[in-house]
């Protein structure tokens, strides 16, 4: 059973930075993707950014670029975003998320889900 566990929200002042891990355990396969998604309150879940195990290629919304960093550690079946420049709209719970398939930003095809790991960016 795949298991997701998000982990390094918090309050921070904006203009600060935190990273957020996510540590996977159970999947089976080798390709598969595993994003980063967001949801603040009263708005839909959203789409930051997401990796393929693959070959490494990333994909970052454009509210983010140049700001989140997404990378993985193999060894440790880990993700980290690294999320600098935090503003007040990143505030939201981020879920981190996996599928076997190549990344994508689309939420719909992602499968397994962790519980989320609350970000409050404070002005």
């Known amino acids: 059973e795949v298991q997701l566990q998000a982990s390094g929200g918090g309050l921070v002042q904006a203009g600060g930075s935190l990273r957020l891990s996510c540590a996977a355990s159970?999947?089976?396969?080798?390709?598969?993707?595993i994003g980063w998604f967001r949801q603040a309150p009263g708005k839909e879940r959203e789409g930051v950014s997401c990796?393929?195990?693959?070959?490494?290629?990333?994909y970052y919304a454009d509210s983010v670029k140049g700001r989140f960093t997404i990378s993985s550690d193999n060894a440790k079946n880990t993700v980290y975003l690294q999320m600098n420049s935090l503003k007040p709209e990143d505030t939201a719970v981020y879920y981190c998320?996996?599928?076997?398939?190549?990344?994508?930003?689309?939420?719909?095809?992602?499968?397994?889900w962790g519980q989320g790991t609350l970000v409050t960016v404070s002005s």
């Open positions: 990796i393929s195990s693959s070959d490494g290629s990333t």
């Open positions: 998320a996996l599928y076997y398939g190549i990344a994508t930003m689309s939420l719909y095809e992602y499968d397994y």
């Open positions: 159970g999947f089976t396969f080798d390709d598969y993707a």
